[in-house]
Nanobody
Framework: QLQLMESGGGLVQAGGSLRLSCTLSGSTSDYYAIGWFRQAPGKEREEVSC????????NYADFVKGRFTISRDDAKNTVYLQMNSLKPEDTAVYYC??????????????????WGQGTQVTVSS
């Protein structure tokens, strides 16, 4: 059974940085693409970034391009989201998940599963 666990969230001032980690258990991460999502109170869950198996491709939402970087270390079964130049509007619970399409970042939120429990990111102004 695949399980994902996020960590690294916290409280940071605007302009600051955080690095989130998403660690997979139940299998090796090599085969899987992994995506990062976020959900702010009263809003729908939205995709932030995704990385394919082997890191052949990465996707970013327009609102994080140039500020966030996704990477992976399959030796540690972990995908990272480096978040720089954080803004108050980045405040949300951040989740990672695996797309049903094995190895590739494809599909909307509903095409992802094995969701982690989330980690809270709060950016103060």
């Amino acid at each position: 059974q695949l399980q994902l666990m996020e960590s690294g969230g916290g409280l940071v001032q605007a302009g600051g940085s955080l690095r989130l980690s998403c660690t997979l258990s139940g299998s090796t991460s090599d085969y899987y693409a992994i995506g990062w999502f976020r959900q702010a109170p009263g809003k729908e869950r939205e995709e932030v970034s995704c990385i394919s198996s082997g890191a052949d491709s990465t996707n970013y939402a327009d609102f994080v391009k140039g500020r966030f970087t996704i990477s992976r270390d399959d030796a540690k079964n972990t995908v990272y989201l480096q978040m720089n130049s954080l803004k108050p509007e980045d405040t949300a619970v951040y989740y990672c998940a695996i797309p049903f399409a094995i190895g590739v970042c494809r599909g909307p939120v509903t095409e992802f599963g094995s969701w982690g429990q989330g980690t809270q990111v709060t950016v103060s102004s």
